[in-house]
């Protein structure tokens, strides 16, 4: 992840602000209200993909290995070689052009062209703002192609778990969990019950190890909230609009920054399953000329 070119988004009425990346339109830093909850991850680590949009698909795809609508075998490049997949899209470490820019909002777009392994041409932009001492973040992809185009969307943005006072509490408002195998690739799906992985009622985070993706969330009027709590019940939300259906959690052994390692977590919205182009599950289809779009969102609560 290059740190050159970095844009900071300020709201100085709330004590907030934002570090982000044109690489992956990456979140890499963020203040609340004088809490760090995001912080930078060292350079050179490019295996974190520490706060990067993942798309045109958002997971892996097994082998790296699809059939299109026509009946067509693609490949994408394999990038994570141990496990043989193609992982996390096309524009992690890509630079996204700055559309927009304000002192405390700024949209991103990039152009995706179509491939061998993707034949479709995309229109992805991706917003960050401040207001009201909250992040919002937000994408719209429009799909330039004369094709239906596949799509799926993520992001990967990973939260200090050390800028509480105390330990904090874990809490995914998830029924299911995916069953995975030993490359990482959904086999089924259980109840979070059966799979000693509910986290509905939170447990504490210093009991949880993870690498999951949890889906059929508690949409309370549209939107699905995950939790780190403090003991007064207080502490930070994601939440994220119903286009995402499923939020990935992994737990690090430790997150590197640029002072040292620390802990953390990766709380990710993202819309599809792992291997979404070959299970099609909760797979975005976008038709010719078709814009879906989609926000989420972190605050702090007392």
């Given amino acids: ?26 979140l890499m830093e963020l203040t609340l209200s004088g809490n760090k909850v995001i912080e930078q991850a060292a350079a050179g680590r490019p295996e974190l993909y520490a706060g990067v949009v993942m798309a045109p698909w958002s997971g892996r795809i097994a082998s790296g290995k699809w059939i299109d609508e026509s009946g067509t075998e693609r490949t994408l490049s394999i990038n ?30 990039i152009d995706i062209a179509p491939t061998d392994g993707y034949p479709h041409a995309l229109r992805l932009a991706v917003s960050y703002e401040l207001e009201d001492g909250q992040l919002y973040a937000s994408f ?11 799509f799926s969307i993520g992001f990967h943005p990973y939260f200090s778990t050390t800028w509480a006072d105390a330990p904090l509490r874990l809490q995914v408002s998830a029924e299911s969990v995916l069953e995975l195998n030993e490359n990482m690739i959904a086999t089924g799906k259980a109840k979070v019950s059966d799979a000693d ?15 999951d993706d949890f889906t059929d969330l508690d949409f309370v009027h549209g939107i699905a909230t995950t939790k780190l709590l403090t ?7 994601v939440w994220q609009e119903d286009v995402f259906k499923h939020t990935v959690i992994y737990t ?20 599809s399953e792992v291997n979404e182009f070959n299970t099609k599950q909760d797979l975005l289809v976008l038709s010719p000329g078709e814009t879906r779009s989609g926000s989420w969102g972190i605050r702090l609560v007392n």
Avoid: Q, W
């Fill in 140 to 150: 719209a992809v429009k799909n330039l192609s004369d094709t239906r185009a596949p």
């Fill in 80 to 109: 994570e070689p141990a496990r043989n997949n193609a992982l996390h899209g096309l524009v992690y470490n890509k630079s996204f052009e700055v559309k927009k820019s304000a002192a405390s909002s700024v949209e991103l777009v």
């Fill in 252 to 271: 690090p052994d430790e997150f590197p920054t640029a002072s040292g390692s620390t802990a953390a977590i990766a709380i990710e919205p993202s819309s």
């Fill in 1 to 26: 992840m290059t740190l050159t070119n970095l844009i900071t988004l300020t709201e100085s009425s709330t004590g907030s602000s934002a570090v982000v990346s044109p690489v992956g339109a990456s």
């Fill in 231 to 237: 003991a007064s019940g207080g502490g930070l939300e």
């Fill in 197 to 211: 992985k509910d986290l509905r009622a939170s447990k504490a985070l210093t009991e949880v190890k993870l690498d």
